[in-house]
């Protein structure tokens, strides 16, 4: 079976009033990612990776941020939607390796949850799926505390 790599990134900045989730999992912070949906960081990498490998485009294309329809949206339910597509388009995801950014919270205490979350989502078994946070060492605006990044590498074959 040949196999297929996609890469996916993102970014949001961190502001009050918003709830912060990451990974598909609620952590209590005073401030939480800004976006037209719930602005889960880890996802939305996860979920370009995914589409990328599968040369289906990015999220974007998919899930336009000037829609209505995905303004609020839940990213693990954009997540099972994008997982149905690469189905659909013949392809099954085998790996997923993430790195989250994030200067505060400090996030490896939930990685073993966010791990569960994405290979649900995906229909993964749990050693398919890698996540890892790491901080920025104060360096710009991650390390400043007012952003948010990922990383992701899905491997796919089909």
Known sequence: MPQRAGLGYDIHRLAAGRRLVVGGVAIEHPTGLVGHSDGDVLLHAVMDAVLGAANLGDLGSHFPSDDPRFAGA?????????????????YAVVSIDATII??????GAHVAAMR???ARGLGLALEGVSVKAKTNDGVGEIGAGEAIAALAVALATN
């Open 74 to 90: 839940d990213s693990q339910e954009l997540m099972r939607q994008v997982g149905s597509k690469i189905r659909e388009a013949g």
């Open 102 to 107: 994030a200067e505060a919270p400090r996030l």
């Open 116 to 118: 569960r979350v994405i």
